[in-house]
Structures are given as structure tokens and as C-alpha cells.
């Protein structure tokens, strides 16, 4: 019997949750998608500090003579999700989602400046907009910068999605894509009313997608959903037939070893038969709707800091390393002190572990370094993840 991967695969396309390049290699997904605190965490490995010193230098070079490295950071983060992009392009077949600055979820013109620079940067390398989604935050105003970019050709995947308004707005905008987090939802519900598990055919991020998926196929949008920040294999399943799931590389690895009859649960023909009734959403209702709904505003507000958090970990661990590279005796260091610090910039009460709501912005990097899986982070996990570079003197 073929594996629950394989018989995904004939049904839902698979993309890679993640920026390491050698699991997008190993399970060889149709699209990759990324965000800072994946890129941090694989920046972090050995294999990718070429490509994190090159595009530091570069952009040391550019920034000019007074830039401090605070500022040549901020100017790397951008070229380095785009070099970390071009890369994984090179190996998978489809698109790569690149995000924009969480910090400006808020603001339209400058997310909708901050993408065209993306998409200029990926055009120098020779990739064109068709391989390159902008990842928003599903904000009022991040789905109205979404909604000008389509129309420049500009392709978005609108993300931190959590309620059937923003999903509506997005549809009505013209986005290409959407991707409501699954394992989120769950998050909170599970915190919210104290139960500790929901079975995969009741649990709440999973009758969210659902709904958003029948909704979309009834009325014929053309915006694709695409599944996220799964907890575990029981969720994949239960969606089973959406547009696209995008998969930790461990999740994907039980789907990979794992036999067993996989039957759709998603289908457009089924949702095309349901009694639906079609809403319209504009700025007022959509705030309305948003404000009403205590899960969604909580962990959309939640999110953006947490990946704003992550963007600040990453730029301040960039100017560590910029500061290593231009050292007066022009070598580099290699004492631990050097190292970028994962742990420290995460274990924000100092308690010696990392949570889940302290690592915030990074699902699918920490599902994969939570070994034991009880929901937090040691550093004997990090160093057991990442290697012994970045063990820790104490916490």
C-alpha cells in the first residue's frame, strides 16, 4: 500500500514548511514557503552560513561606509529570504512564498512597496513573479495591499488566517493564495476551554479550513487555500483534498513511513451541493466580524508580534555575525560566544526552556526540535537540532 504521502500527493499539492534546503530535498515538495524564524533557524546551520555571510557582505557593500550594522541587517533580511528563495527554487518545481516585514501588517503602501522590491530582486536573478509569492499578514490592510499587487501581476499568499471574514476579504481582493493556521486554532481553543484534545474530525482548525474551502469552491473563487501550522498527522488527513497543505518536515515524515488508506474529505463537487449563503465584506463588516471573533483578533495580533519578534531575533543575530566578518584581523571567530544564540534570543522568563508561545512565529522549526514533544524547548533539543555549535554555556 502506497504511504499516506503518496496518496496526498494525488490529491492536495504538498509544500514544504520550512528553510532547510535539505529537507525540501528529501521530500522534494511542488512549492516551499518560509518565514524569518525558519530562515533564522536554518541560517543557524553550517551548511547555510555561506550563503548568510555572502548576502551580509553584499549588503554591507551597498548600505555604504556609515551604515552601522543594525541598519545592514535590516537590508540583509529582505536579500536574504530572497538568496534562501532562490535557492530552494532550484530545487523544487513550483512557487516559494517570501515574506514581507511583519512590522508592516498595518500599513498598505509600505507593504506594497516592500513586495515590488522582493519580486525586483528575484527578477535580477532571473526568476519571474509567476515562481514567487508575497506572504502577507491577513490584516484589512494587508489584504488591500494584496489586492493592488494581483492586479500588478504580483501573486500573494495572505497568511495568519484564522476567521471566514478574512478569508472572504481575500477572495474578493483577487489573492492567489491563502493559508488559515490549522494547529493555531487548535492552540487556542484547547486553552480556551481546557480540553486537552479534540479529535481530527472536531478539531476547530480543521472545521475552519473546511469551511473556508466549501465556501470557496461553491462560489467559484479562484483564490486557493492552503492549510498551515499543523500539530499532527490526524489534521493533514481530515483535509485531505484541499487546494494545497504546507507540512513540516516532520510531519511529513510520519505521512512518509506511514501506510494506511487516506480517502478525500475535501472535494469541490461535494461543496458545490451545500447550502451556503454568499457574503460580501467591506472594511466596516470585515472589523465588525473581526472584532466579535476573540479567537481570531487574539492570535492575529499574536502573530504579528511573534513574527515581528522573530524578524528583531534575526536582524540582531545578523548584526552579530556582520560584526565576526569585519573584525579589524579580518578573520572570523570561532569561539561559542560568536555563535548566534537561538536559545537565549527565544527563553524570554530565563526559565531554562523554550514554549511555544515564547518561540511564537516558528511552527514548523519548533515541531521539529521538540523531540519529546511536550510542547517546549530544552537546549539539550536545540543542540541535539542544530548541532553542537549552538549549545549553550547556561540558561
Not at 509567476?130 to 489584504?143: D, F, H, M, N, P
Not at 476547530?204 to 469551511?211: A, D, N, Q
Amino acid at each position: 500500500m502506497a504511504s499516506l504521502l503518496e496518496q496526498l500527493r494525488q490529491m492536495t499539492v504538498v509544500v514544504a514548511d520550512t528553510g532547510d534546503i535539505q529537507a525540501i530535498e528529501k521530500f522534494t515538495p511542488r512549492d516551499a514557503t518560509t518565514n524569518p524564524s525558519l530562515i533564522t533557524a536554518a541560517a543557524q546551520m553550517p551548511q547555510y552560513q555561506a550563503i548568510v555571510d555572502d548576502t551580509l557582505l553584499k549588503a554591507k557593500a551597498d548600505a555604504g561606509e556609515g551604515a552601522s550594522d543594525k541598519d545592514v541587517a535590516n537590508l540583509a533580511f529582505n536579500r536574504l529570504a530572497v538568496a534562501f528563495g532562490h535557492k530552494i527554487l532550484g530545487i523544487i518545481p513550483g512557487r516559494v512564498s517570501t515574506e514581507v516585514d511583519a512590522r508592516l501588517s498595518y500599513d498598505t503602501e509600505a507593504t506594497v512597496s516592500t513586495a515590488r522590491d522582493i519580486i525586483a530582486q528575484y527578477d535580477k536573478l532571473g526568476i519571474t513573479p509567476e515562481r514567487v509569492l508575497i506572504k502577507i499578514a491577513s490584516t484589512w490592510e494587508g489584504i488591500k495591499a494584496a489586492e493592488i499587487l494581483e492586479k500588478e501581476g504580483i501573486h500573494c499568499n495572505l497568511t495568519l488566517l484564522f476567521g471566514i471574514h478574512q478569508a472572504i476579504a481575500c477572495a474578493e481582493a483577487g489573492t492567489t493564495l491563502i493559508s488559515p493556521f490549522v494547529g493555531r486554532i487548535l492552540d487556542w481553543y484547547k486553552k480556551d476551554t481546557g480540553r486537552e484534545e479534540y479529535p481530527a474530525p472536531e478539531d476547530p482548525g480543521v472545521l475552519s479550513v473546511t469551511e473556508i474551502y466549501n465556501y470557496y469552491k461553491k462560489f467559484g473563487y479562484k483564490t486557493e487555500v492552503m492549510g498551515a501550522s499543523f500539530r499532527n498527522v490526524g489534521e493533514i488527513t481530515e483535509l485531505a483534498g484541499c487546494d494545497l497543505l504546507t507540512i513540516s518536515p516532520q510531519l511529513l515524515a510520519k505521512l512518509d513511513e506511514t501506510q494506511a488508506d487516506l480517502p478525500r474529505k475535501l472535494d469541490p463537487d461535494k461543496a458545490a451541493s451545500l447550502d451556503i449563503e454568499q457574503s460580501s465584506i467591506d472594511e466596516a463588516t470585515f472589523r465588525a466580524m473581526h472584532e466579535s471573533d476573540r479567537m481570531a483578533t487574539e492570535k492575529l495580533d499574536e502573530g504579528i508580534k511573534g513574527f515581528s519578534k522573530a524578524l528583531e531575533t534575526l536582524e540582531g543575530l545578523l548584526a552579530n555575525r556582520l560584526t565576526q566578518l569585519t573584525e579589524s584581523t579580518g578573520t572570523t571567530s570561532t569561539a561559542r560566544d560568536d555563535q548566534f544564540d537561538l536559545f537565549r534570543a527565544y527563553d524570554l522568563d530565563g526559565d531554562g526552556f523554550i514554549t511555544r508561545e515564547e518561540w511564537l512565529g516558528t511552527d514548523a522549526a519548533f515541531d521539529a526540535l521538540d523531540l519529546d514533544h511536550d510542547g517546549k524547548l530544552s537546549s539539550s533539543e536545540i543542540v541535539a537540532g542544530l548541532g553542537p555549535a549552538f549549545e549553550v554555556a547556561s540558561v
